[in-house]
């Protein structure tokens, strides 16, 4: 007979912009159970994990409801694993660029205006294409190699 307890990881999750806390778990009913009769919190259907609004308040009322019926492990909350909510877009963040990065940049968006993308496809590679130029800030653009690009994503 297992008695082992199950495991409730809690993580860093982003709504409509704000932080909240994340919860993770195997199906278990009495866990369901539990998390239903906790205020505030919701289910998410996208990202499969329920959630509540970030607070030292909703991180001790979730300590202490699971407190016998789980293990919470809370070592990735302020850590780097983060989800996001794939309905909104991600918060953009400052860039630090070189003018021949933007020119490049500048370069690669009018190429796909010219070939009538549609404005979100345009927006989307160029944030993406922007996210790989900034990663290698340090390396000549001309030095880049498939490899690069293998380590990049």
Known sequence: MNTELPIIQLVNYFRKGQKHIGLKFKYNEDLLHIIRDIP??????????????YSDYNLNVIKTCFK????VDSKELNGKAIV?????PKLKEKRQLTDEQKRL???FYK???GKRYSKSTIDTYTFFVADFVAFYKD???EDLTNRDVELYI
């Open 139 to 141: 390396k000549i653009l």
């Open 68 to 71: 016998n019926a789980a293990v």
């Open 40 to 53: 505030y919190a919701r289910w998410s259907k996208t990202q499969r994990l329920w959630y509540l609004p």
């Open 105 to 107: 940049l500048n370069n």
């Open 84 to 88: 996001y909510d794939k309905t909104l």
């Open 111 to 113: 190429y796909l205006r």
